[in-house]
Nanobody, 134 residues
Framework: HVQLVESGGGSVQAGGSLRLSCVPS????????????MAWFRQAPGKEREGVAA????????YYGDSVKGRFTISRDYVKNIAYLLMNSLKPEDTAMYYC????????????????????????WGQGTQVTVS
């Protein structure tokens, strides 16, 4: 069972930047986990959770939502075993709780075409980190 812990959220002014981090704990091993795909979701008050970015193992495929394309970058550090979401040019509409999620390589999403990630396609989640842009 994979547990994820997000960090790096905070309050910033519009136009600012934040880098979110996502660290796994528990099974599987680092080598096995490196083959999992990762995604970042966000949920604003009163709205559904939406997928904003996803990345395949070794970053051979990535997905970005239209609202964040060109501003956000998803990446992974396989040595430190951390996934990141670098958010630049932040806007007030980016205000939300941000969650990282992961799935094993044989899952429907991770073995597919890396379209819009859906909540139902991911089994392992973190508790979230709040991002507030004013």
């Amino acid at each position: 069972h994979v547990q994820l812990v997000e960090s790096g959220g905070g309050s910033v002014q519009a136009g600012g930047s934040l880098r979110l981090s996502c660290v796994p704990s528990g099974a599987p091993s680092r080598d096995t986990y490196s083959r999992y795909c990762m995604a970042w979701f966000r949920q604003a008050p009163g709205k559904e959770r939406e997928g904003v970015a996803a990345v395949a193992p070794n970053e051979r495929n990535t997905y970005y939502g239209d609202s964040v394309k060109g501003r956000f970058t998803i990446s992974r550090d396989y040595v430190k075993n951390i996934a990141y979401l670098l958010m630049n040019s932040l806007k007030p509409e980016d205000t939300a709780m941000y969650y990282c999620a992961t799935e094993p390589p044989y899952s429907i999403y991770c073995s597919g075409g890396y379209g819009t990630p859906r909540v139902t396609e991911f089994s392992f989640w973190g508790q979230g980190t709040q991002v507030t842009v004013s």
